[in-house]
């Protein structure tokens, strides 16, 4: 994911770059900016030296879209692309800000891009690139014929997929495009999780009775700490820690399958 955050840092100062160059190409700031840049770059060439030697390639949703703002945006200069941030108003913000939604929707999903990353190298070479260039592209056009051994590979891959905007599904030994995904991204403890239609309900309601009974808890905590409770206050109060842990239990059980794909993870 180290690998994602960097082309976003490049993105924010290459573009800094610009403006302070339009402004004061020898400001101490300019020099700076330039200079941060410079590292960043290396970064990202060091990383995908690696990645080449390793056959681990990171295929970038909607790379084919972002290439061609960048393309229509090098057209501007840096004081028409001041002025339209200025403005927020004019065909070259809203190509800015077209651009800004992609890399902002591929920041936040760059764990899902790690994770396929992953899988691709398991795949058959051909196999592989296709499914890259679907990804690059933003959507699947044609079948993906896959190996039967390949089947389990292929789901893992199609939810992956779906979560990075382009949803597909295993059908008859190939990965197709499909209507919609079957899951939904769902916030829990500062993080996001994904899961199915179902579950997001039964996720839903552990999560009310969760929000719904933690401040009851930390009331009598704090109540328990200036006070001694009286037998019928403290089996009250340990029930309500009971059904806490209980409520718990049940929300790891709903998110069992998004854990289980923890194998997946690692830090590119």
């Known amino acids: 994911m180290e690998f994602l955050e960097l082309g976003k840092s490049r993105a924010e100062l290459a573009f800094k770059l610009e403006i302070l160059k339009s ?13 941060k840049l410079g590292i960043v770059r290396k970064k990202i060439e060091d990383m995908s030296a690696v990645f080449q030697r390793t056959v681990l ?3 970038i949703p909607n790379e084919n879209e972002i290439a061609r703002l960048n393309s229509a945006l090098s057209c501007c200069s840096a004081r028409e692309i001041a002025e339209s941030m200025k403005n927020k108003a004019g065909k070259t913000y809203e190509l800015l800000s077209a651009r800004g939604a992609i890399l902002k ?22 196999v592989r690139a296709v499914i890259a260039n679907a990804v690059r592209k933003g959507r699947l056009d044609d079948p993906v014929q896959i190996l039967k051994s390949e089947e389990v590979l292929g789901r893992q891959t199609a939810k992956i997929l779906g979560r990075l905007g382009i949803p597909a599904v295993l059908k ?12 939904v991204p769902v916030r829990v403890s500062n993080r996001t999780v994904w899961v199915t239609c179902e579950v997001n309900e039964k996720l839903a309601q552990n999560l009310k009775r969760i929000y719904e009974l933690s401040p009851k808890i930390q009331l009598k ?5 200036v006070q001694k409770f009286n037998d019928e206050e403290e089996k009250e109060y340990a029930q309500m820690q009971n059904d ?11 998110l069992r399958e998004f854990e289980e794909e923890k194998n997946l993870s690692l830090d590119v």
């Open 105 to 126: 929707h591929n920041f936040e999903n760059r764990e899902n891009i790690a994770k396929l990353a992953l899988l691709l190298p398991r795949f058959q070479k051909d």
């Open 23 to 35: 402004q004061d190409a020898d400001s101490t700031e300019a020099k700076s900016a330039d200079d």
């Open 57 to 59: 390639e990171i295929p």
């Open 172 to 183: 008859d030994g190939a990965l197709v495009q499909s209507g919609e995904s079957d899951e």
């Open 244 to 254: 806490l842990l209980r409520l718990l239990k049940e929300q790891d059980e709903l």
């Open 221 to 225: 905590n704090a109540v328990r700490y």
